[in-house]
Each structure stands twice: as C-alpha cells, then as structure tokens.
C-alpha cells in the first residue's frame, strides 16, 4: 500500500517545502554579503559574455574577466537567469529549486538500499530541518554541489546493481560509472567542497573491492569520467594559465589542514555546529527543536554502530548462517560514508561555516532512515527491539509535533509585517551616488548598482587606498562589524577628510553614510541628502537635506600597516 503512495508523499514533501521556503523569498533573509559575488559572475556572461567578478577586480589576476573558482555554478545559474531574469528573487529561487531536486535524489537513493518507510522519513526530517531550510532560501552554491553529487551516488548505485553481461564489450570500462564520475567531476566544479564525492567513492570502491580496487573496472571508468568532466575546464584554465594560478594561490588557506592547521582544524570544529540553530525557520522555537534535531542524529549514528557491532559478533559466531560481509551492507556504507564526510569537513574545510551543515544533514538524514528500517525489521522479531522502536516513534511524533509549532509561528512571524524589500535602499543609494564616480561599500551593495560595472567590493585591505581619490564610499554598520578588524579605528581617523553625501538611517544595515573620498570641489559642497527608513518593515521617507560639514584638510596619518596583518586583512570576513 505504501509502494504505490511513495511518490505521491514525495511529490507533497517537496511541493509543501517549496511553498513554505518560497514565502517572501524576495525580502527574507535580508541579501547578505556573499549572494552578490555569487550572482555576478553569471551577470557578466550574460551581458559581457565572460565569466567575471568586476567587484574583486582590485585583488587582479584578471578577475574581472576571468573566474577559475566554481565554473559549473556559474553556467548553470546563468542559463536559469537567461530563461526567468536576473534578479534577486530569481536567484534565489533557482538555489530552492535545487534544494527541492536534491530532497528527490536523496529519496531515490534512500528508496533503493532501505525502502519506501525508511526514504520517506529521510526526506521528511531533511525538508523540515532548520539549516537546510534556511541554507535553501538564499543564493548558494552548495546544493549545485548537492545536486550534482546525489546524481552521482544514484548513479554508481545504478552501475553497482546493473547486470554485468558476460561477454563486456569494453573490459576495463563500464559506462555507467563513467557517468558517475562526470558527476563528480561536476560536483567539485560547483564548489571545491565537492572533493568529498571523490573520497565516498573510494571509500565505497575500497568497501566492495578491498585494496584490489586499482584493478577495478569500476574505479578506472569513474577516473575516466572525472577527466572528461574536468577536460573543459582545464581549457578554460589554459587559456589564462597566469591569472588561473593566482586566483587559486589563496586556496589551501581555507584548507589549513594543508599548510600544518590540522590541529586548530579540529580544535574550532564545535564553530560550526554552534552556529547551527541561528536560522530564519527557528524564530520563536530555536533551542528546543535544535535539541531534537541533535538527539535523532544520535540516536541513528549510535544505532548504526550498535548495529555493525551486533553484526560482526554475529557474522564471527561458529554458529552463525551468515555468509554476507559487513562492507556489503548498505546501511554501513551509509553509516561509514556520514563518518566520512564528517572527518573531511573537520579536518579539512577551515572557516567552519554552518552554510556546509547541509552537505552533512542529507547523510545524516540517510541514517535517520535506516534506523526506522531497522527497526521496524529487529522489531518483528524481539520485543527489546520492538519498544526502542516505539520510543523512536515517541520520539518522531514528538518532533513533528514540534516541527509544526515551528512552521505555524514561522508562518505567522512572516505575515505580522510587511518586510522592508532591498530595492527601496537600492533606490535611495542610486540617488546619493553621482553616476560619474565609481562606487566601493560592501559586495551587499552591488545589488543597488547591477547596471553599473564599475562597482567595488571594499572588502580586505582596499579602503586603505580611498583617501584622495574619487570614489562614493558607501559604510553601513553591519559591513564595519564584519570587516577587518582595524576597519572602525581607520575610518574614525580616516572620515574627517571624507565628504558626506548621504545619510541612511535605520536601514536593514543599521545606519548607511555615503561619503566622497576625492578632492573634486564640485562635491565637496553638495547637500548631505537624508533618509528615514522603517527598519525591517517597508518604506521609507526623504528628509530635509543638511549643510554640508567641513572637510580636514590635512588628517592625522594612519600608521602603515605590516605585510602580514595586510595578508591577514586580505581575507578577512570571506565565506565562500
């Protein structure tokens, strides 16, 4: 009976959590830092027909024409942009889109090595879970990962499952690996992250075929279609091999494990999972329902292993009909593949960023599964079994009672006001900003200035050099909190000399000075424009202009900055 509704309960799960998530879409979150890079390389191919980041070009390397990093990303989303626009929403949209398509690709593999009941439960705690519903809603890079990563766990289970003819055409090749390996090529295309696709396969290759794997047609098919996958990428690399390189210098910093930071790669691992439950789901019932969250991974991890240890006293009992090996079992390549993923992320990712959570909830979401599978399989047959397997079902309830608690004041919390929308900022920014004088303020305001190529990002060390020369600096308090350290006492000795242009108080980024860097009097004596805005609710009001304040002439000289806190600066406050 469950067979034949299995689709249609899928088909809910995904349709329920895309219309939540896609409930003011366009106005929550507030945009943040990292969704306008992630958007400009697109905008670039589409209407300059490159691959570029203009906001970064101060860094060089050509990034204005060029970007080595996340390619994949980039194609795809620029493809979605030229059928549905270019926007914000539309971006945003595009991420969810993902992230429902992933739900569907971890239930299929879920459905094939535990069944329907142990799929559905899967995808239902995936969907409802708070990072993963957060992470959906805002422009990112990761569920391209994900996406292109569970098309290609589907398919080496395909190819694993598939009848091997007796006479092979090719002996050392079967094409549906190869098929896999494209998408892991894929995957680590969309974002270097994806090198984790790489190890499951090796861990599942090692797990089937012991440490004659190298002899695996299995193993040569999937490098062969990680080298077909990579082949136009590293024309594209070619054709820029100097600026290729320098882009990817910074790379291992954020793989510290790399450069000898394996400890303090572990030590600060708890960062990630403590910043965990400050999503925009978990408004008004964060801790307890995060709670949950933690105690149903626990419960499926320690089952997983009560499991494999039970196996293997049995498959070693003299007595014992088995002949299956534990490596051959599906849950444990799931429970040692979650294992795996959790040891590369500790050892290996660097800034701990809980945007990575759902990279790990989709495995974890797999083990959830297939301790209800399991449990409902040991409960037939022994009553202990039986009640743990109805304290899980307590457990499950109670979590789904909480779960639409969570949803249902979510839902309220969205409709009590009418969110303030960015373009309302974008348009009072638009007006400040003299058309002829390149803007800098923080990659978040690139979306006031989509048309305006010129833009720059004054993230790192850049706003050392604006003094004297002719740009609109736009600060906003939320940018002076995340950006480097020693940003607020240089702009307190620094803006004495800077002429105010406007003032944005109570923004969506607290209070917004745009200020005029240059020495061209004809903007030293304009009237400073003044808006009101509401906060987080929409609408805003102009004020009466004010004089202009006298500029210092001749400021207190900042102490030069060293090399090494200059590299320091270089990339503080990125997330990628």
Known sequence: MLERAEIPALVLIVLLFWGIAAIRLDVLPIP????????????????????????????????????????????????????????????????LGLAGLALALVFAFARRTQGAVGALAAVAFLATEANYFDIARMIRNDFTVLVHAWIAFNLFL???????????RFKWLDFRFVLAGIGAGLAVQSHLN?????????????LRDGWKLWRSTAAWSIALGVMLSLIPFGLYA???????????????????????????????????????GVTILNYGGAQTRLFLTWLLIAAALLFGLVRAVLFFKVRTSALSPQSATLSSKFWFRSLATTFFIIVFFTILDEPKSPNYIPHLMAWFAVCLGEMVTGLLEFGKESVQWRRM????????AVYALWTGLVFARYLRWTQSFQPAPYHELAAALRE?????????????????????PTYLACKSRFWRKLPGRDFVFIVDEKGIAS????????????????????????????????????????WQGQPILRYRFNGRNAGFEKLPSRKPEPVTKNPEKVPATPDNSAAEDENSGDDE
């Open 32 to 95: 943040w830092q990292d969704e306008p890079w992630l958007m400009q390389p697109a905008h670039e191919l589409l209407t300059q027909g490159h691959l570029g980041l203009p906001m970064f070009r101060n860094r060089g390397n050509h990034l204005e024409t060029k970007v080595f990093d996340a390619p994949v990303f980039y194609l795809e989303s620029a493809l979605w942009y030229r059928l549905f626009g270019f926007s914000l929403t539309s971006a945003r949209a595009f991420n």
């Open 389 to 396: 397997g109805q304290v899980l079902a307590g457990l499950l």
């Open 483 to 522: 950006n480097s350290r020693k940003f607020p006492k240089w702009l307190k000795e620094n803006s004495p000399q800077f002429t105010i242009l406007a003032e944005l108080e109570n923004t969506l980024y607290g209070k917004i000075t745009v200020y005029y860097t240059g020495t061209n009097p004809r």
């Open 158 to 168: 395909w190819a694993e499952r598939a009848p091997v003819p007796e006479t092979p």
């Open 432 to 452: 400040a900003v003299p058309p002829d004088i390149v803007p800098v303020g923080y990659p978040t305001h690139w979306l006031a200035f989509t048309d305006k």
């Open 194 to 206: 994806g090198l984790y696709v790489f190890g499951v396969f090796g861990l599942w290759l090692l």
């Open 238 to 276: 070619a054709s820029d091999w100097t600026s290729f390189v320098g882009q990817w210098r910074g790379t291992p910093g954020r793989y510290a494990a790399l450069q000898g930071g394996l400890f303090d790669n572990v030590l600060h691992e708890w960062r990630r999972y403590y910043a965990w």
